[in-house]
């Protein structure tokens, strides 16, 4: 199982200092928090796409590789690419060349994003955005499957013998989660196509989360990718750790209370009785996120929300000291021992090439020369003719 921190890229107002960090303080700490992540032994990090402040990650793939070039085994990954605004045919090409600079320790998580304004930024219309969610990704899928693409859809201009480069490393695409809060097409996407689903599991209570994990395990196994069991599945959650559980709760509750996300309704005592939020000692976050467990069963990636709300950069380490040290190692040995055999391994570049290719070598694209008008005909690489599609 994988265990890692993702962030929303949110700038908000320390509400313990009174300051509020400029964009480029913030950039600056989030790739320390990334650094940490992989010193204190976490698995994967994650950054959100927004294009509007508070907000600075407007372009995840250029902070993802530069953070990929500063670690050596983190996976970067994405909390949300927006499938809905963003054009797939450049989604192919950023990721698949993020996947490249990374030597395989990425993936990416679609999802159809929580602000309503940025369709008309980006010319689309926020009352169709299941339908661009759907579509987009039936593209990217083949770009990433197909050396040629003749497509015609109903929201970008059709393609005709198109090619997406570069080609995806050792031509394996990168993995794609499907993010949701609640809709049931979206888990029905990622089981129709094999790929994994990541319940954000932060608002709503573990339950909520159930009912769209089981369905997504259902129709997964419908499609024949394998067995419900065999269903990958991701979670979100959020914490705040002290080694003293009156400690956390006194040094989280300023920043809960002044949150736009969280102030101003429930306390945070209710929150957390509500939602998977875990505030208190190591033991007690160990304790609650083992319930997201007893709930759904196995599942393959963990990601805590841990940098949100205006928490300064200090203790955000701080916080990555805790969970690294103490809590991740003991839910590594209690999950591990509750796993169902059968359940499926977390999904990494070597493994799926391995599940491709076995012994055989990968496949390493060679374009042939083009005709002195930057295309290069009917085969674009040496061996397109002996490449099926979608294979």
Do not use: C
């Not at 369709?119 to 197909?146: C, K, S």
């Amino acid at each position: 199982m994988q265990f890692g921190i993702f962030s929303v890229s949110d700038i908000t107002r320390n509400p313990v200092s009174g300051t509020t960090p400029s964009e480029a303080e913030r950039i600056d700490a989030v790739v320390r928090i990334a650094q940490k992540a992989e010193e204190v032994g976490l698995d994967v990090f994650a950054i959100g796409e927004h294009h509007n402040p508070p907000f600075f990650s407007s372009s995840p793939t250029t902070l993802l590789a530069h953070i990929a070039a500063l670690t050596q085994r983190l996976i970067v990954t994405t909390a949300t690419t927006l499938i809905t605004t963003n054009d797939p045919v450049k989604i192919a090409e950023d990721y698949a060349m993020l996947q490249h600079l990374s030597k395989g320790r990425m993936d990416l998580m679609l999802g159809r994003g929580n602000t309503a304004p940025v369709y008309p930024w980006f010319g689309q219309d926020i009352r169709q955005g299941l339908q661009l969610a759907l579509e987009n990704y039936n593209l990217l899928h083949r770009l990433w499957r197909e050396d040629v693409v003749d497509w015609e859809g109903n929201f970008r201009a059709p393609l005709q013998g198109f090619t997406s480069t570069p080609r995806p490393l050792d031509d394996v695409p990168p993995f794609v989660w499907h993010g949701s809060i609640r809709t049931p097409e979206i888990a029905e996407q990622a089981a129709y196509y094999g790929n994994g689903f990541f319940a954000n599991h932060i608002f709503w209570p573990t339950s909520h989360s159930k009912r769209l994990i089981d369905f997504y395990r259902q129709r997964f196994e419908h499609y024949g990718h394998g067995t419900a069991k065999q269903a990958i599945v991701g979670l979100g959650g959020q914490a705040f750790i002290a080694k003293k559980s009156q400690d956390a709760w006194k040094e989280f509750r300023p920043y809960f209370n002044e949150a736009p996300v969280y102030g101003h309704g429930p306390t945070m005592e209710e929150f957390a009785e509500m939602t998977p939020l875990s505030v208190g000692s190591p033991q007690e976050v160990i304790d609650k996120t083992l319930t997201f467990h007893d709930e759904i069963g196995d599942y393959q990636r963990q990601l805590f929300l841990i940098d949100h709300a205006g928490l300064p950069l200090n203790v955000v380490l701080d916080q990555l000291e805790l969970l690294g040290g103490e809590v991740v190692p003991v839910l590594r040995k209690e999950l591990a021992a509750r796993r169902d055999p059968e359940s499926a391994d977390a999904p990494t570049h070597s493994r799926r090439v391995t599940a491709k290719y076995g012994d055989r070598p990968a496949r390493q694209p060679r374009p042939n020369a083009n005709r002195g008008d930057n295309l290069t005909g009917t085969s674009p690489y040496q061996d397109s003719r002996d490449i099926k599609a979608g294979s």
